[in-house]
């Protein structure tokens, strides 16, 4: 590092990676649908007014010509939503070896030695928030150890005792774990591969029903066929359905912000409003009892959006890629295409699925870090995401090194900066799907 000064590597940092545009990951749907719109912070929070009920003093005159009294107003309800929004930090490094041997070749040379590790910091924490957009604060975390009676990936289980064919080899697991093999077995609907695989090393945690960490590790590999992760230490037996669970670091203790899941499934308060008290302020939830995700089953839901909250528009809705297989071979009668379609060129495959609905059209994505079991349609203009910071390596407000030495490594560290939170306006215009299992005869 003689020839290139701690000083020189950081200001060849924040010029070449000033502007993140063409390193920012492209395939988290939510980051693309919901575009970042950064805000003001002001203390620990924001906040968001909404209109919960209409204006409900009306007078009826009658037909008759005589004077009568008015009656007294009765204002709608507009409450002030508090928001929190969370901040996460990712930290990389990078060997002395790889700055010694670029920097000091300019510009151009440095990016070319430094890219591809900035750029895995970037989709490594996009893949992170998109992961929190979904199941942020979510009852079931990341997904419950399996304890189901059921038939799955065409096995009979019975309280999550069976044995399936994991990685080539056969696994017998019990109440939902192989203590032997140190792997777990998720419950029926609630892997989904896009927040496991590529994860592995990250730190996992299993915790019982009162979110106290019973486990903790580091994930060691992912089978994405039968919904199975390894890990590194002894995993505790499922006793119930819903008695173990598991989450990446600092979940046990909800450091993310509220995802979809959470708020569409809100049942008594959410952003400090009562959902109870406010027919409109609690998102539409749709049980669907372990069967195919059809047509028919996604118009009872919108159907319920529509009496509920009055929906009116487009659905953005996010399947799982099992669902979404499904559903483009059972409703290809109903599907719409766009107007790439042509009779004269037959083209297999396409991108997303459009069906029309009473109230518009649902436009249905392949989201693989949406659960098995789960679907969501989401009215995207009722929905924000907002903060203090989209991913960056600088901190609004404070002027500090973004690259670093490190004190007992040969390399230098540096940290991307996130502050943000998604927020809904009026969530029964959304919906919910839950208890979708690709498996069912019906």
């Not at 070896?97 to 924490?125: Q, Y």
């Not at 708020?263 to 009562?274: E, K, N, Y």
């Not at 529509?306 to 297989?325: K, Q, S």
């Not at 037959?346 to 991108?351: F, H, I, L, Q, Y």
Request: net charge negative.
């Amino acid at each position: 590092m003689a020839q290139v000064s701690t000083n020189e590597v950081v200001n060849l940092f924040k010029k070449v990676y000033g502007n993140l545009n063409d390193l920012q990951p492209e395939d988290y749907m939510l980051q693309q649908d919901l575009p970042f719109s950064q805000k003001q912070r002001v203390g620990d929070s924001y906040v968001e007014a909404v209109v919960l009920s209409s204006e409900c003093g009306w007078t009826l005159g009658g037909s008759g010509m005589d004077a009568f009294d008015l009656n007294p107003a009765i204002a709608g309800s507009v409450k002030q939503a508090t928001v929190q929004p969370f901040t996460t930090i990712l930290g990389s490094v990078v060997p002395w070896g790889v700055l010694s041997r670029s920097a000091g070749g300019g510009e151009r040379a440095f990016l070319d030695g430094t890219k591809h590790i900035v750029r895995n910091n970037l989709k490594s924490h996009g893949k992170l928030l998109e992961i929190l957009r979904i199941y942020g604060q979510s009852t079931k975390k990341l997904g419950y150890v399996s304890y189901a009676t059921a038939t799955y990936r065409g096995v009979a289980f019975t309280n999550g005792s069976g044995t399936l064919t994991v990685n080539g080899s056969s696994v017998a697991f019990t109440n939902g774990v192989n203590t032997s093999e140190k792997m777990l077995l998720l419950k029926p609907g609630d892997f989904a591969a896009g927040i496991w695989v590529g994860s592995e090393g990250c730190v996992v945690k299993q915790l019982n029903s009162s979110n106290v960490v019973v486990a903790e590790g580091k994930l060691v590999s992912v089978d994405a066929d039968v919904g199975v992760i390894e890990v590194d230490f002894t995993p505790v037996a499922a006793t119930s359905t819903s008695s173990h669970k598991l989450c990446f670091d600092g979940m046990e203790d909800s450091k993310e912000a509220l995802g979809l899941h959470g708020i569409l499934s809100a049942s008594s308060s959410l952003f400090g409003i009562s959902t109870s008290a406010y027919s409109l302020w609690k998102g539409n939830n749709v049980s669907l009892s372990n069967v195919k995700f059809t047509f028919d089953r996604l118009q009872s839901g919108v159907a319920a959006a529509v009496n509920r909250g009055g929906l009116d528009g487009d659905l953005m809705v996010y399947v799982n890629p099992r669902t979404w297989g499904t559903l483009i071979t059972t409703e290809a009668g109903k599907r719409r295409y766009d107007g790439s379609y042509s009779t004269s060129e037959a083209t297999d495959g396409s991108e997303a699925i459009t069906f029309y609905h009473q109230a518009g059209k649902a436009i249905i994505k392949s989201h693989r870090m949406v659960m098995e079991g789960d679907a969501f349609g989401i009215h995207l203009p009722d929905w924000s995401r907002s903060g203090s910071a989209e991913i960056s390596f600088t901190i609004p407000g404070i002027d500090k090194e973004i690259i670093f030495p490190l004190e007992n490594q040969a390399a230098m560290a540096f940290r991307s900066y996130a502050d943000q939170y998604v927020f809904c306006h009026a969530p029964a215009r959304s919906i919910l799907w839950q208890g979708i299992n690709d498996e069912s005869a019906s």
